[in-house]
């Protein structure tokens, strides 16, 4: 279990996550969701020890994650980034074996069980065949699957994903979520950030809305998510809201 | 591993034939009866050339040449920037700037190449504190300070230019910053390029942790990458390599930018390859170079003016193709 108690964390002196208190168990999948800037990131960020905690604590499996080294870290605990351009024309190979070598040393070199995994999670991904693409020359969809696949790589029993669905298509956001569920029904603690409440409601069993760096419920997805939550979340009108569920509604009707 | 293997042999035979290149030049015949009588133990010029002038020479262009294209390589990994160079934090100016006041203030070939060392290591040192005292620890902030110091000691170097007596220390100066391995010290030889083929090693070692590196630091951290550790080193090693070759041979120009380049335009991306290739390839184009320098016109020519003014040319010639692998 990842366990923050009465966080605050940031990037300066002024913390932007403030003072939340928080549970991934194995087995969960916890959806995070909040307007832009309020913090998920940060707290995401927080949690894989990128930024020190300001103060509270930050438990693994009991252990304080600020002692833990580096290689520990990451054996527990993958991290999937926004995706991101890169500099240098890496495969898609290269970009995922890193999931599996980082942890193990300096000079560490791979193995014929790591091309195995390697292979293993781009069939399971459907990306077999980017794997002598340059990551560089990708789209942005596919470099979000890349390190999506690279988090599953390094086999960690936690999971962090920060808008994994945001550059994908429709097809691949539900091939995702599927992906998540099973992820969680496998006995990973997944916790992933997302801007569509639906994403939530088909894979989440447990929901955290959060507004100015502070949690403002939490709770099943039928319990936290409804009409008022919502349009207090993201300041929104409530007839705005049913506008756009109307019309998710006619789109449906349509297919 | 192949390529690697090709280049390793070519770089031997080159090297090889290096040694029996040179101005002093028996008969093919001649040579091959002397050199084996050097193998019966008995001394001849020919084999006196070799052991006091060519071989220490040969020697030092290689680790050279490995020394300035593996660290420029490591760099651009670091800094994730194609255009990095050995000189990115300052210890190449610093250390011509020292070797400027050794042979300003000295008189003796070690005694500039001390004062050399000494300002290289130094003018890293000053960038690293400066990064410091800012107080961020990202890679924007280590490069501004690279170019202050940089730029700091280019400053001081054009100083000690202009007090320098101009009939015999400013020519000293002014040459040997051109790059040359033709007033090679042959102890100094010996001493540094065991360091430096040792520190070329372990740099090519860091192949793998080099390409999680170059992904950012905060993603480095989160794929189980010591990244301080990693960062801290790779400075250590090539700052070691650029400020001894600068003692060794002055500024030799441009290797550690290109070859990478050209590393990566052959053999693709992956650090576990650009490293030791870039190693390789850059001890041919230094050797294949000097030995131009030293052999094929009555004067002999700076070897860091041929490298840029060869080097350059070809840059231009592949620059479409190298720029394919960097993304906007």
Known sequence: MIEARDLYAGYDRQPVVQGVTLRIARGETLALLGPNGCGKTTLLKALCAIHPAHSGSIHVDGDDLGHLSAPERARRIAYVPQQHRLVFAYSVLDVVMMGRLAGRGLIARPTPADFAAVHAVLAQLGLRDLAGRSYAALSGGQRQQVLIARALAQDAPYLLLDEPASSLDYGNQLRLLELLGQLRDGGRGVLFTTHHPDHAFVVATRVVLMQ???????????????????????????????????????????? | MKAIAVLAALLFGAAALSLLLGRYQPSPLDAALRLWQGLEGKPSELWTVIRELRLPRVIAAVSIGAGLAVSGAAYQALFRNPLASPEVLGGLAGAAFGAALGILLGHALWQMQLASFAFGLLAVGLTLLLARLVGQSGIVVLLLAGLITGAFFTALLSTAKYVADPYDKLPAITYWLMGTLSSINVPSVWLTAPLMIAATVALVALGHALNVLSMGDEEAATLGMPVRTVRALVIALATLLGTLSVTLAGMIAWVGLLIPQIARLI??????????????????YVLLLDDVARTAFPVELPLGVLTALVGLPVFAVVLRRVAVGWSE
């Open chain 2, 267 to 284: 053999w693709g991306a992956d650090n576990r390859r650009v490293l030791p290739a870039s190693a390789l390839l850059g001890a041919l």
């Open chain 1, 212 to 255: 100015a760096g502070r949690f403002i419920a939490q709770g099943t997805p039928a319990q936290c998510m409804n009409r008022e939550q919502l349009a207090r979340l993201y300041a929104l009108p409530a007839d705005e809201l049913d506008q756009a569920v109307r019309a998710q509604r006619w789109a449906q009707q349509a297919v």
